[in-house]
């Protein structure tokens, strides 16, 4: 996580927390932001799996049993993990997910389809798959069970998905999902169409790219 959303995560209550960046840039830059917000400051030379390689590697040089994701245009609310930790006393809660929330919709029109394709899915259709144990991580905003990832090995780093792959591996596994159907983390969506349709092409090949995966999978048909 970096910027505004390193003095966000700071002020997060509900339970006691330590703030890490994760640099896949090594940037003297971001070092400093680290160091001015008090925050912990992680990076890597072998920088293979992208996203997921780096939170694998995160998870490696940290211990706290559960851990908080937020990409680094998402800025949590303080009472995030008041409103998410809860749901882990049942314990085979892998992932407690929230929504994706854009806070730039008046900056053009594709941020505003944007967030209204977001709000869809994180509004009715979440809430159905919450219903079914059916609701897989998006990647942000969301906290996991360290057990659970490390059970099963991490994040996938095969996929351009990963947060989709690895809701498979945990949910075959047995364990289950909760999703908080509350904004509790603001972020920003893409302005441009360029930068939409990467965003999209890339969700859309990763989760085309895991239909075998799904189907190999040993899960119930509600899921």
């Given at each position: 996580i970096v910027g505004p959303t390193l003095a966000a995560a700071a002020r997060l209550h509900g339970a006691h927390a330590r703030v890490f960046l994760l640099d896949d840039g090594d940037s003297a830059e971001m070092a400093a932001l680290a160091a001015r917000h008090g925050a912990g400051y992680i990076r890597r030379d072998d920088r293979s799996g992208a996203k997921a390689g780096n939170i694998n590697h995160a998870l490696r040089h940290t211990s706290a049993p559960y851990v908080a994701v937020f990409d680094c245009d998402h800025v949590p609310e303080p009472d995030f993990l008041a409103a998410t930790m809860g749901h882990f006393g049942d314990e085979r809660v892998a992932f407690v997910q929230t929504p994706q929330y854009y806070a730039n919709t008046d900056d053009s029109p594709i941020a505003s389809a944007a967030a209204?394709?977001?709000?869809?899915?994180?509004?009715?259709?979440?809430?159905?798959?919450?219903?079914?144990?059916?609701?897989?991580?998006?990647?942000?905003?969301?906290?996991?069970?360290?057990?659970?990832?490390?059970?099963?090995?991490?994040?996938?780093?095969?996929?351009?998905?990963?947060?989709?792959?690895?809701?498979?591996?945990?949910?075959?596994?047995?364990?289950?999902?909760?999703?908080?159907?509350?904004?509790?983390?603001?972020?920003?969506?893409?302005?441009?169409?360029?930068?939409?349709?990467?965003?999209?092409?890339?969700?859309?090949?990763?989760?085309?790219?895991?239909?075998?995966?799904?189907?190999?999978?040993?899960?119930?048909?509600?899921?």
């Open positions: 209204a394709q977001q709000e869809l899915f994180f509004g009715v259709i979440a809430r159905g798959k919450a219903s079914q144990g059916a609701m897989f991580c998006c990647g942000t905003n969301v906290v996991f069970r360290r057990e659970a990832l490390e059970e099963v090995g991490g994040f996938p780093e095969d996929s351009l998905t990963e947060d989709f792959a690895l809701s498979i591996e945990m949910h075959e596994r047995g364990w289950t999902s909760k999703y908080v159907s509350e904004v509790l983390a603001v972020g920003l969506a893409p302005e441009d169409m360029a930068s939409y349709v990467s965003q999209q092409r890339r969700w859309a090949q990763g989760c085309l790219g895991g239909i075998g995966r799904v189907l190999r999978s040993r899960l119930p048909m509600r899921q």
